[in-house]
Nanobody, 121 residues
């Protein structure tokens, strides 16, 4: 079985920083893309940042210049460093990992359960 678990969320004041982590564990042969999405109350889930297995990155316009996505392939972990946080960044942050559990098996997207980020004074 595979588990994807996020951590690092919490309450932070505007202008503050948080670092989210997302670790994939279990029977994993290889991981392709990993990414962070977020969903604010009453809104659709939206992409925040994505990183490929080769560490190419893609960011939402709202994240550019403030957020940095990175990964540690040895730990099967993706990070999201969030700086200069704004109240509009308040949301549940989810990560996914596109991974293969064994050679010859298809790639499948595994999602975490989410971690709450609240930006408020």
């Amino acid at each position: 079985q595979v588990q994807v678990v996020e951590s690092g969320g919490g309450l932070v004041q505007p202008g503050g920083s948080l670092r989210l982590s997302c670790a994939a564990s279990g029977s994993i042969f290889s991981i392709n893309d990993m990414a962070w999405y977020r969903q604010a109350p009453g809104k659709q889930r939206e992409l925040v940042a994505l990183i490929t297995s080769g560490s190419s990155t893609n960011y939402a316009d709202s994240a550019k210049g403030r957020f940095t996505i990175s990964r540690d392939n040895e730990k099967n972990t993706v990070y999201l460093q969030m700086n200069s946080l704004k109240p509009e960044d308040t949301a549940v942050y989810y990560c996914f990992a596109d991974l293969r559990i064994s050679i010859g098996r298809p790639m499948y997207r595994y999602w975490g359960q989410g971690t709450q980020v609240t930006v408020s004074s």
